[in-house]
Each structure stands twice: as C-alpha cells, then as structure tokens.
C-alpha cells in the first residue's frame, strides 16, 4: 500500500537517467525495489529534463537531450515505481525549456537590458498555457502521483544582477495593469520599479495558483510542489 506523498519522508530524485538504463550494476527493476525495501516512499523521476519533455508532447518539442520519444519506456518505469510500492513525481524546471527556447524566440525571457536569458521562458508568453498544458500531460500520459516544479522564478536561472522580464508579453501587461513602463534598472528607490517588483510577485503567484488549480480539477489529489530561491540567495527576491 502506497502512502501519501505528503507524508512521505525519504526521498531520491533521479532527473537524468534513460528509464531503461541500468543503475550501478542492477536492472531498473531491482534498483526500484531495493530503494522501497530501504524506505524510500517517493520517487522523483524524470518525464521531462531541462531539455523539455522527454516524450512527443502536444504542447512543448521534444527535449534534444534524449534519443527520442520515449513515452512507452516512461511509462514502464512508472509502473516498475508503483509496483515496487512507492510514489512516482515528475521533476519540472518552470522557466527552463532548452527546446521551447530555441523552436519559439518569441518565448524567451528578457532581462531589463532586452537581452534575451539563455534557454529560460517566461510564463505571460504562450509559454504559459504550454506549461499547464504538459503538466496535464504528465498526469494523463503517465499517471504519476505529482509534480514537483523546481526553480520557480519569473528571472529565470541563474539568478543575475538583471532580473527580467521585458518581452512585449510583459511590457504590455505591465503597462495595462500599471499605466507605466517596465523599469530599465533595479533601483529600489524609484517607485514604479517597487511598484513592478509587487506586480511581478502578483503575477506570478497568480499563474502558479491557475497552474495549481487546474492540474487539481481535472486531477484531483494531485500533489503539486513548487520550489523556489527564496532564502540563501543574495538575488532571493527575483524568485
């Protein structure tokens, strides 16, 4: 019987490897059930990576770090996590899509100087139902128990001294939310850029909020996790 993943207490993440690739000398079966007869309660696997999905999405192209399509070996390894006893969860990067980047340029974040941000997508672009859009998938397709959505910022990673975003997405709602500008500088002392440092928390608190709560009411019970750089970091307030 399968606990709750909110009240598990030990767990292994594994964003990287093929689901058929053996792990340290064993096959991907016994290395799911010893994980379960040493207590492990949830698995963090990996249905996409910081390429994009890693199997043919409808809504985001296939991540180039991988061989292929592989859905029907995603859902093998699902099966082989349940069977073994334990909770399977997707590990997610939010802003971070290497193939959406690349296929759609008008999908990029921009930091303040209008420089795009390597390989980072900002969610006020159709990046944003895109998202929902594939974490319904990995629901759908996978029947995995969650989704742990890492990296939660609207900076997009690495934190740098140049927070975004400043794509046409952004300045227009910006502007029809505010009546100003998006800032060209971070400088606390100015008051419209205070004022878009509350927008932007707004913003993003509200996206992941519809993110939430529409994965729950298609899939209700489905745990949603969102980690973010809010404390160690010195740049913790572009999270």
């Given amino acids: 019987l399968m606990q709750a993943y909110d009240e598990t207490t030990f767990r292994v993440s594994e964003n990287y490897l093929l689901p058929d690739q053996p792990v340290g000398g064993v096959t991907r079966v016994e290395f799911e059930r010893t994980l379960a007869q040493c207590g492990v309660e949830a698995r963090w696997i990996?249905?996409?990576?910081?390429?994009?999905?890693?199997?043919a999405s409808k809504h985001l192209p296939l991540s180039r770090r991988v061989p292929g399509d592989l859905t029907d070996a995603l859902r093998r390894w699902v099966a082989i996590v349940h069977e073994a006893g334990m909770n399977a969860v997707t590990w997610c990067p939010i802003p971070w899509c290497e193939s959406a980047w690349e296929a759609r340029p008008d999908w990029r974040i921009l930091d303040l100087n209008g420089n795009p941000k390597p390989n980072n997508c900002c969610i006020n672009t159709a990046f944003g139902e895109a998202l929902i859009g594939v974490a319904l998938e990995f629901i759908e397709k996978f029947e995995l128990d969650g989704i742990w959505f890492d990296g939660a910022?609207?900076?997009?990673?690495p934190l740098g001294p140049v927070p975004g975003c400043?794509?046409?997405?952004c300045c227009r709602k910006f502007r029809d939310a505010t009546g100003h500008a998006v800032p060209s500088k971070?400088?606390?002392?100015?008051?419209?850029?205070r004022v878009w440092v509350q927008w932007r928390f707004d913003m993003f608190t509200a996206f992941l909020r519809r993110l939430v709560d529409t994965v729950r009411a298609q899939h209700p019970g489905t745990?949603?996790?969102?980690?973010?750089?809010?404390r160690?970091?010195?740049?913790?307030?572009?999270?």
């Fill in 46 to 55: 990996g249905v996409c990576d910081h390429g994009g999905p890693r199997f």
């Fill in 153 to 157: 910022t609207f900076t997009g990673f």
């Fill in 166 to 169: 400043k794509c046409p997405c």
């Fill in 186 to 193: 971070v400088d606390f002392n100015e008051p419209v850029f």
């Fill in 223 to 230: 745990i949603i996790a969102i980690n973010h750089y809010h």
């Fill in 232 to 239: 160690y970091h010195p740049n913790a307030w572009h999270s």
